[in-house]
């Protein structure tokens, strides 16, 4: 990998090590500085896991009329509820679509992965504290999607994640995918929270075996409500399904990138061009950390990567014909 490094230098700070001719900073001040490095990187991305194949796993649906059908399923590891999902009768067939308007439910046996269609009411307000609503009422809104199962059991919970915002839903006896409510919002300058979600699951969920401040204390987050309902479906010694995938490890990777930079400096002078100079160009040693994170989704083929790199770059003139000495040191990162 070639990268070409152009900085033009003014400030009083990036001058600290140059000296020309004893000059000050004040009477120099109007020299600009230009630094051209062409670093040689010697590492290389692994671009094979990031364009690798996403492969069909076994799964099935249920499609409109109520048939249940198995099939292999193109898994994405959706960080969004998807609106249509990819799959195949056999693992040479064609490569078809089912959607909303065609399929009630599908999953993934493996992966742990089952989203249901339903009709929900979606809180329609920002949690974003810049567009947070003056109202305590959720702005609800119909939908119909792909939900996410999370927990199933005589009492359910669903997911829906869009945008910036995780809304959560439940199902026991007659109800059907009821929002848990939570919401942000301004009142008398203050930012203040409607937390009727833990109402609604004390008068749902209510069992001998789960403690009052359970329900008090309990955070409308994914871990805290999943709990809950595991709890409340072995109180009442209902069948258990969890649908949360294996937890995988390595998120953060680390490397050393070691390499080697071509460097030159140069300084020109508008006002004198005899003090203008230019230096002799080099070959030095640059030394980097690559950090790579690696995103759970889409089967972690989605990554981000910094590398903070150290270098250095260290010359001297002495042109004795005009009397001048100068020296320049640069060090970056």
């Given at each position: 990998?070639?990268l070409?490094?152009?900085?033009m230098?003014?400030s009083?700070k990036?001058?600290?090590y140059?000296?020309?001719n004893k000059f ?6 109007l ?7 062409l670093?040689?990187l010697?590492?290389?991305i ?5 364009y690798?194949?996403?492969?069909f796993e076994?799964?099935y649906?249920i499609?409109?009329n109520?048939?249940r059908?198995n099939?292999?399923i193109?898994?994405?590891?959706w960080?969004?509820?998807?609106p ?21 439910e ?9 989203y249901?269609?339903?009709s929900i009411?979606v809180?329609q307000?920002?949690?974003d504290?810049?567009y ?7 702005d609800?809104?119909i ?5 996410k ?12 994640s ?8 439940y199902?026991l ?14 009142s ?6 409607n ?8 008068n749902?969920l209510?069992?001998?075996?789960i ?5 008090e204390?309990i955070?409308y987050?994914?871990?805290d409500?999943?709990n809950?309902?595991?709890?409340y ?11 949360t995938?294996t ?9 050393v990138?070691p390499?080697?930079s071509y ?9 004198n061009v ?14 980097g950390l690559?950090?790579?994170f ?8 989605w990554r ?8 250095n ?8 014909n ?12």
């Amino acid at each position: 990998m070639l990268l070409v490094l152009h900085d033009m230098l003014y400030s009083k700070k990036n001058y600290q090590y140059l000296n020309v001719n004893k000059f000050t900073f004040k009477k120099f001040k109007l020299c600009t500085v230009h630094a051209y490095c062409l670093l040689v990187l010697m590492s290389v991305i692994p671009l094979n896991n990031l364009y690798a194949q996403i492969d069909f796993e076994a799964g099935y649906f249920i499609d409109r009329n109520g048939a249940r059908v198995n099939c292999l399923i193109r898994n994405l590891e959706w960080k969004y509820n998807p609106p249509e999902f990819k799959y195949k009768a056999t693992s040479d067939g064609e490569t078809l679509t089912g959607t909303l308007e065609t399929i009630q439910e599908f999953g993934i046996f493996s992966a742990r992965i089952k989203y249901v269609k339903a009709s929900i009411k979606v809180d329609q307000s920002s949690g974003d504290m810049a567009y947070l609503s003056a109202s305590r009422t959720p702005d609800f809104k119909i939908e119909t999607i792909f939900l996410k199962v999370l927990v199933e059991g005589k009492a359910s919970l669903y997911e829906y994640s869009f945008g910036n915002e995780l809304r959560f839903y439940y199902s026991l006896d007659t109800k059907l995918f009821e929002p848990l409510i939570y919401k942000k919002f301004y009142s008398g300058g203050h930012v203040l929270e409607n937390d009727s979600y833990k109402q609604q699951l004390y008068n749902a969920l209510s069992c001998s075996g789960i403690s009052q401040g359970k329900f008090e204390n309990i955070q409308y987050r994914k871990k805290d409500l999943e709990n809950i309902f595991i709890q409340y479906n072995k109180c009442v010694q209902s069948s258990l399904l969890l649908y949360t995938p294996t937890k995988k490890k390595d998120w953060l990777h680390f490397s050393v990138r070691p390499g080697l930079s071509y460097q030159s400096f140069k300084v020109n002078n508008s006002v004198n061009v005899n003090k203008s100079t230019s230096f002799s160009s080099q070959v030095g040693f640059r030394l980097g950390l690559e950090m790579e994170f690696v995103l759970p989704y889409n089967k972690n083929k989605w990554r981000i990567l910094f590398e903070p790199t150290l270098r250095n770059y260290k010359a001297d003139d002495n042109e004795v014909n005009l009397n001048r000495v100068a020296e320049v040191k640069y060090n970056s990162i």
